[in-house]
């Protein structure tokens, strides 16, 4: 990436797009004819570089407001949103640009490219990236450059004649030091304390001597810090640390800067004892420190020594790493991506050369190489297993130096536990005029059977813009239809097992042959796959071919879209572990059980209106439902001349969302709302009808009611007040009511009941209402003792009855007359009566 930075900064431009993509590529190169067709594979490295040095990929927070840092997070948003699109898997994120930070620390300001220099930008920006970059089953690795310390200086080192040659001249080093103190004081001065209140324990920091020695100016024009010193391996030690302890990343990653592109010491200089050698940084420094590595000892020439400078720091950081790594629920893996090219052979190069090295790549001993020009022996590095992945930045075409690159990588590492990705240049494609490139770099690895573990894409903006873009269609429709598993490094333990295979939980149907399978989520799962295939069979020993792979979910996502159904196929869910192992559910999925998914329902609950007036505030009720009761998400939307832009000031109520908008200060014709609701399967697209922005209106007033004054039907304005509810207490039957609008407040109060007695029916205390009838009374005979009385409510009627005489009277026991007082009072009777006839006569 050195050669390109600088090129890309400020000078993006957004050339064309194209969303749709041609089965068939041209091809510039003649033996493209003979490459095998794209293999799918199910683990592949697909990372892109998202660099933020001069925001080359994302802008500036631009203030510590909620806002401002939520327009941060949606541009990162977005960035993973298009990694998930294209089926990446990791993200490399430059959370170290420039001897600074994207997170709080003790040991680096605070970056310039994510707020400001030194500047708290009010939350930590890494500890979030990389929780929602996890929640997508996505890798984070932080991507830091390790030296430089500044992008720009006031002096340099070095002086150019024509084009290219560049010389280290005698510069006034008095002056150097001097501009060296003042660029470092001002920003010490802008720097705030750390976020333990200690002053932040940075080299460019220091003063006097210290400053002067640890941090030095670059033959690139940029200050770094020192690689010759032991102040610098312990900072960024430090620095490493702090990440790898206190952050879930998956990996700590450097690219290509290293020591500065050399330069020889002009051959007019004045100093003897630099004559004839190639200087990094300050010839001074530099060539003293040399001396006193040789005055303890030291054997290697000054080139040697400057490589061995750099393999301290990466054996140093290797150990590091993977001492942290024993107390790290996961793994943090150590990769690097150097310029492509390693080193040019001894025999390439011109007897004496300090460039060349034993078993380096053929060509010419100018090209340019990490291991001559940067004094990074990247090979090394790999040999010696101090890191987990390299990635070689094959940045050129196949017809010029890409086959080289990668062929001699690939035979390099061939039996290295050391993980090999393909840097890939997506920023190159619109001046090399071939979008198809990157896919034809992709098949020709896999036809050549290079060893290529994955790709990463350089860089994060190119994905978005050009040929770049229709690079990555490309891809995304020949050869990365789905996703793929992150490889794991040998020098680490992952967990084997699973809690369990997933299951499915259930199937829908969305349209035609249109399915949604959803499954339940495993907690130790690292990934879920859907499988497609003819027969069982196909299912070897528990393993299936990578080319049965239909689809794959990383992370946490719960269901698989299964586009025009097959029939005639088999399907079978998958559960992958932390380790890539992959547990088949040994059942064929069910299609029997569908169920039909229905779409979420918009409705509008307020009257809309056709005119606002202009600095007007409009706001709109509505509601919004689902049948299936899945859980729902919605964007608003103001449609104006086909131009969408988002509402955002929307407010969920109980019994919908209200949306307020205010509007234009100008007219404005033709505008209306737009309402998208997504139950996850399917979207729901709801518009208003069309209105107006004016400045005046010829109103049209409805009548004033209870609660609602006077209203016009075209702009809402109101006159007047509402006239107010006449309200009517409530009664037993009817509640508390207006006799206007027949609004209502509580309950009917409700009969008060009284039982019926012999005399009233059932009746109310409040409203006299009855029910049924009275029970009437339940009358009893009188008696010699008691009148005549009713057993329910005690109420008389006459006397009681009147004793008989002696004569007459009954048994005392039994209460009967007795027989023989009768007959003689008869008999006395018949006698009286005889008597009275015959005296008639």
Not at 30 to 39: F, I, L, Q
Not at 295 to 302: A, P, Q
Not at 482 to 507: G, Q, R, S
Request: glycine share 6%; charged share 25%.
């Amino acid at each position: 990436m050195k050669k390109i930075i600088i090129g890309l900064i400020g000078i993006f431009l957004v050339f064309f797009s194209s969303i749709i993509v041609n089965a068939s590529v041209n091809s510039d190169w003649a033996d493209s004819n003979n490459m095998a067709k794209y293999k799918q594979v199910d683990t592949e490295f697909r990372a892109v570089w998202v660099a933020t040095v001069s925001n080359i990929d994302i802008s500036k927070q631009k203030n510590k407001s909620d806002e401002a840092i939520n327009e941060w997070k949606q541009n990162y948003l977005s960035i993973l949103d298009n990694a998930e699109k294209y089926n990446l898997n990791a993200i490399i994120f430059q959370i170290r640009p420039c001897n600074d930070a994207f997170y709080p620390s003790k040991y680096n300001p605070w970056s310039e490219f994510l707020f400001a220099y030194g500047k708290d930008p009010g939350w930590d920006p890494l500890e979030w990236m990389i929780e929602v970059t996890h929640e997508r089953g996505m890798e984070y690795h932080a991507w830091m450059n390790p030296y430089r310390a500044s992008l720009t200086m006031s002096t340099s080192i070095v002086q150019s004649t024509g084009s290219s040659v560049r010389n280290v001249y005698d510069y006034d080093n008095d002056a150097l030091q001097k501009s060296k103190h003042e660029t470092f004081s001002d920003l010490k001065a802008n720097c705030e304390k750390a976020y333990d209140g200690t002053d932040v324990d940075n080299p460019v920091f220091a003063s006097g001597e210290e400053l002067e020695h640890n941090v030095v100016m670059g033959t690139e024009n940029k200050y770094v810090l020192n690689p010759a010193s032991e102040n610098t391996i312990e900072h960024l030690e430090n620095t490493i640390r702090e990440v790898v302890e206190n952050y879930d990343i998956d990996g700590i990653h450097f690219d290509d800067y290293f020591y500065p592109d050399d330069a020889g010491y002009l051959s007019t200089g004045s100093n003897s004892d630099f004559k004839g050698l190639t200087f990094s940084t300050e010839s001074i420094i530099d060539y003293q420190d040399y001396q006193n590595y040789l005055s303890k000892g030291g054997t290697l020439d000054i080139y040697n020594w400057r490589r061995e400078n750099v393999n301290q720091l990466i054996e140093r950081l290797s150990i590091l790493i993977r001492n942290l790594n024993q107390t790290r629920d996961k793994p943090c893996a150590f990769g690097i991506s150097p310029s492509g090219r390693w080193a040019p052979s001894i025999e390439s190069c011109p007897a004496g050369s300090h460039r060349g090295a034993e078993g380096g790549m053929s060509g010419t001993c100018n090209n340019y190489y990490s291991y001559s020009d940067l004094f990074a022996d990247t090979k090394k590095w790999v040999d010696e297993e101090w890191i987990d992945y390299l990635i070689p930045q094959a940045y050129t075409q196949l017809l010029d130096g890409y086959r080289e690159i990668m062929d001699w990588w690939s035979e390099a590492m061939i039996d290295s536990p050391v993980k090999l990705y393909a840097g890939t240049a997506l920023y190159q494609l619109d001046e090399w005029g071939n979008q198809d490139e990157v896919y034809y770099q992709v098949r020709y690895n896999q036809s050549t059977g290079n060893r290529v573990d994955g790709y990463s894409l350089f860089s994060y903006k190119n994905m978005n813009i050009g040929k770049g873009k229709i690079g990555m269609n490309y891809m995304h429709t020949l050869a990365w239809k789905t996703n793929a598993l992150t490889p794991t490094y040998d020098f680490y333990d992952y967990k084997h097992t699973i809690e369990k295979n997933a299951n499915v939980v259930k199937i829908e149907e969305l349209s035609e042959k249109n399915y949604r399978l959803t499954y339940d989520i495993v907690s130790d799962a690292k990934a879920y796959a859907l499988y497609k295939m003819t027969s069982s069979d196909e299912i070897i020993d528990g393993k299936i071919d990578a080319s049965k792979l239909y689809k794959m979910n990383l992370g946490n996502k719960n269901y698989f879209d299964i586009e025009e159904y097959d029939e005639n196929a088999q399907y079978y869910l998958a559960t992958i572990s932390e380790d890539n192992t992959i547990y088949f559910n040994n059942e064929e999925i069910d299609f029997s059980i569908l169920e039909k998914n229905v779409a979420p329902v918009v409705t509008l609950i307020d009257e809309m209106i056709s005119e606002v007036l202009v600095n007007a505030t409009l706001k709109l009720k509505f509601r919004i439902s689902d049948e299936n009761q899945d859980p729902l998400s919605y964007k608003v939307y103001l449609v104006y001349r086909n131009n969408d832009s988002e509402i955002t000031n929307v407010v969920e109520k109980d019994d919908g969302i209200e949306i307020s908008w205010k509007a234009y200060a100008v007219e404005t014709m033709g505008l209306k709302f737009k309402i998208v609701v997504s139950d996850g399967k399917v979207e729901t697209l709801f518009e208003t009808p069309t209105f107006n922005v004016v400045e005046t209106c010829n109103h049209e007033f409805t009548e004033a009611t209870c609660e609602k004054p006077k209203t016009c039907t075209k702009c809402g304005v109101t006159e007047g007040e509402a006239l107010g509810h006449n309200w009517v207490n409530a009664t037993c039957e009817k509640a508390k009511h207006c006799t206007r609008c027949e609004a209502t407040e509580g309950e009917a109060l409700g009969h008060n009941w009284v039982d019926a007695t012999c005399e009233k029916a059932k009746h109310c205390t409040r409203c006299e209402a009855t029910e049924g009838e009275a029970l009437g009374h339940n009358w009893v005979d009188a008696t010699y003792e008691e009148p005549k009385h009713c057993t329910r409510c005690d109420k008389t009627e006459g006397e009681p009855l009147e004793k008989p005489t002696e004569a007459a009277k009954g048994c005392s026991k039994c209460n009967k007359t007795n027989v023989i007082s009768i007959l003689l009072m008869i008999n006395i009777f018949g006698f009286s009566l005889i008597l009275i006839r015959r005296k008639g006569r």
